[in-house]
């Protein structure tokens, strides 16, 4: 069993930066290949980023690249999403998620475990 807890959301003016964090507890992070996706009022919960078990291995969505940058410390038992260059359209519930294997992985229904979520609010 993993625990994920985001913290990092707030409110920001299009064009600035958030750093969201996810700290995770409970068996070993470095098993886990670590996801973030985002959820939008009244849409499906899409991906963002993945980053593999080892740090060495990222994925993005197009409209994040560039932008947006992914990674974990092993040791703080952390991943992270740094968001720069913040648009209207980033903003969503933005969720942390666990996966066992040791890839990166794209689809929400391949993670086994989820935070409770953070919002991100960009405003223009």
């Known amino acids: 069993q993993v625990q994920l807890v985001e913290s990092g959301g707030g409110l920001v003016q299009a064009g600035g930066s958030l750093r969201l964090s996810c700290a995770a507890s409970?068996?070993?992070?470095?098993?886990?290949?670590m996801g973030w996706f985002r959820q939008a009022p009244g849409k499906e919960r899409v991906f963002v980023a993945a980053i593999s078990r080892s740090g060495i291995t990222t994925d993005y969505v197009t409209s994040v690249k560039g932008r947006f940058t992914i990674s974990r410390d092993n040791a703080k038992n952390t991943v992270y999403l740094q968001m720069n260059s913040l648009k209207p359209e980033d903003t969503a519930v933005y969720y942390c998620a666990a996966h066992s294997g040791p890839y990166y992985y794209i689809n929400s229904y391949e993670y086994d475990y989820w935070g409770q979520g953070t919002q991100v609010t960009v405003s223009s």
């Open positions: 409970g068996r070993t992070f470095s098993s886990y290949a």
